[in-house]
């Protein structure tokens, strides 16, 4: 069995980590805040100074924000549809030799538009599809469709109005 590292231990690894990926950030930084004295600058070279009015030379000048960019609200995002909305009539398909029929009903509040799909097996036989039949709240509905010979398969659609 393991023996687990104390809190103490665990403490000091990371924050030798952390100094790790910190150090060479402040490496990295000039001496005195000046930009000319860093890492890579010529020696003798000296930066320009941006000198805004009122501000003593030496001095940095503080940022200045255009309130024409800064947006009044927050934008509008939009709406995301209710993730747990539940709609579609509950349809169960029952085939009978080259005929099929779809007993439909919604349980649900919104007006579904249900559509029967027969695909037939031969290739010369006319697929159907059917026209939508609106089924209502708590509204019952049968759809029938055939082919000519063999069905392959049936499938009903769901529509919003």
């Known amino acids: 069995m393991r023996a687990r590292p104390s809190r103490t231990v665990s403490l000091l690894i990371t924050s030798v980590i952390l100094t790790a990926f910190l150090a060479p950030g402040a490496a990295a930084r000039p001496p005195g805040g000046d930009p000319a004295s860093g890492p890579g600058a010529a020696p003798g070279a000296v ?50 030799g080259s005929t099929v029929t779809a007993y439909c009903h919604n349980s649900y509040p919104d007006t579904d538009l249900v559509r029967l799909h027969v695909e037939c097996d031969r290739w010369w036989d006319v697929d159907g599809d059917g026209a939508a039949v ?28």
């Open 134 to 161: 609106a089924v209502g709240p708590a509204g019952r509905a049968e759809i029938t469709g055939r082919c000519w010979k063999e069905v392959r398969s049936t499938w009903v659609t769901h529509q919003r109005p």
């Open 47 to 96: 930066l320009p100074e941006a000198v805004a009015p009122g501000v003593a030379p030496g001095a940095v000048a503080p940022e200045v924000v255009e309130l024409a960019v800064i947006p009044v609200e927050p934008p509008v995002q939009p709406a995301k549809p209710r993730a747990q909305e539940l709609f579609g009539a509950d349809c169960d398909i029952g085939t009978e």
